[in-house]
């Protein structure tokens, strides 16, 4: 029997593990996972939460285009755009101002956007729509609903699991702890059966709320508890014991490992900057970890606009690319950047129609996606027209995506490491679609 056979079959229970100690059980788990990788890769999903109006990020510069946006767009149009340069897309398109650290990131390959990416099960024209001919997403533009399809990777059923903690579990036995992070609490995404997200607050602690502290109390209530459940001879008070006594050693092993990590360069002091500098600290002690595939989540509220959004949007943005920013540069100077992939989903679009004072629900939007492996300076799915009344707009300017969400999910899981047929467990809708990924990612 080969190492990583026996190692295998003690994390399962092949070979008893009641004489292993929780601390043992991680170690060996960090074993077997170093040697299943010749490399480290990481997902960084940054969910923008309410239902982001992006497109108003890309923006065309002259012509009927812009003269079709200035009229749906009213007065939310952004009239003086920084001009993009996109490898192989419309060369005519405009960057949002307040986007304007992304600027710099696009220019030198390092980001790319994703354009026309909605809620599809299938390819969907107006006709089809209009007549019911096509697999209409269930609830659209409800916010709950639409959330949970981008992040389960097909409808809502009765048991659901997220495709990033689903793709943890087809490409490991049993998926590291340090595999699956939240920095946003818990979420579908990252809800699997084998697998959740070990949760941390965007500062970096990870503690069990209850026991956390030195002072006398919190460690009497630990010390009390865990000799409660470790006397016990009720089969749900032993599984409830390991599980939180194996939760209270991943939280010192999280902990210990941070606290070596050298200094990164600086981030703000907005939540997502938070987050994501917790995130970049958690990826440079990765090698004392050993979690050889990573995903992490991390949220960013307030973009459900029905009101104010021309004082509103352009802070929301604004926030969202130094963020990012601060982010790449961290990623650069650990050297990880081409390992490292970051990437945004939202609820939905929002309409081109404005309400008097924002937009409301829409359907298709566009998405950022950054890192070293992406093939960035361009532009790929499709730039939708932002004219009222198109071959798109099902009513008031809610855009038909020609991107579906797996489409462009498959693409992130296909260089995480999946296989073509893994592909289309991960999302079932994707047979339907003659392209199954975009060409985004190395």
């Given amino acids: ?21 929780s601390t043992q059980l991680s170690a060996m788990q960090s074993l077997l996972n170093q040697q299943q990788y010749h490399d480290y890769k990481a997902l960084v ?5 309410g239902g982001n109006d992006s497109m108003n990020m890309l923006l065309p510069m002259s012509g009927e285009e ?12 952004i009239v003086d755009p920084i001009s993009l340069s996109p490898v192989s897309a419309l060369p005519d398109t405009g960057l949002n101002p307040a986007l304007a650290p992304l600027h710099e990131l696009f220019n030198t390959g390092d980001l790319a956007f994703v354009g026309g990416v909605g809620t599809l099960s299938a390819p969907t024209t107006l006709d089809d729509y209009i007549n019911k001919r096509s697999h209409i997403p269930s609830h659209l533009f409800s916010h709950n609903d639409q959330q949970a399809r981008w992040m389960h990777g097909k409808e809502k059923q009765s048991i659901n699991t997220g495709w990033g903690a689903r793709m943890l579990e087809l490409l490991e036995d049993q998926p590291h702890f340090a595999s699956n992070i939240s920095l946003a609490g818990t979420n579908p995404w990252q809800i699997g059966s084998k697998t959740s997200a070990f949760a941390m607050s965007r500062t970096g602690q990870a503690n069990i709320s209850a026991f956390s502290g030195t002072n006398t109390r919190a460690v009497q209530l630990e010390q009390s508890v865990m000799r409660q459940l470790a006397a016990s001879q009720k089969r749900m008070a032993k599984v409830y014991g390991d599980g939180l006594t194996q939760g209270i050693a ?80 961290a990623m650069v100077s650990l050297g990880v950047s081409d390992q490292v992939t970051s990437f945004t989903m939202s609820d939905f679009g929002r309409t081109l129609s404005s ?75 994707l047979s339907r679609f003659d392209q199954q990924t975009l060409n985004f990612m190395t």
């Fill in 1 to 21: 029997m080969d190492r990583r056979t026996f190692l295998s079959l003690c994390i399962k229970g092949g070979v008893s593990a009641a004489v292993l100690t």
């Fill in 45 to 49: 999903c940054v969910f923008l939460l």
């Fill in 66 to 77: 812009k003269a079709n946006y200035l009229a749906s767009r009213q007065q939310l149009a």
């Fill in 250 to 329: 991943n939280s010192q092993a999280m902990n210990a490992s941070l606290e070596n990590v050298a200094p990164l360069p600086d981030f703000g002091s907005g939540r997502l900057s938070q987050q994501l500098q917790t995130v970049a600290r958690v990826i440079a002690s990765q090698s004392q970890q050993g979690a050889g595939r990573q995903i992490f989540y991390v949220t960013m509220g307030g973009f459900d606009t029905h009101d104010e959004q021309v004082t509103k949007h352009p802070e929301l943005l604004a926030e969202l690319a130094t963020s990012f920013s601060e982010f790449n540069k």
């Fill in 355 to 429: 309400n008097g004072d924002g937009t409301d629900h829409g359907w298709a939007g566009n998405q950022i996606v950054m890192g070293g492996a992406v093939k960035g300076r361009d532009i790929y799915g499709a730039l939708l027209p932002q004219r009222l009344g198109s071959e798109f707009d099902v009513k008031g300017g809610r855009l038909i995506p020609q991107v579906s969400t797996d489409q462009y999910s498959a693409t992130l899981a296909k260089w995480f490491g999946l296989s073509g047929g893994e592909l289309n467990e991960l999302f079932p809708s």
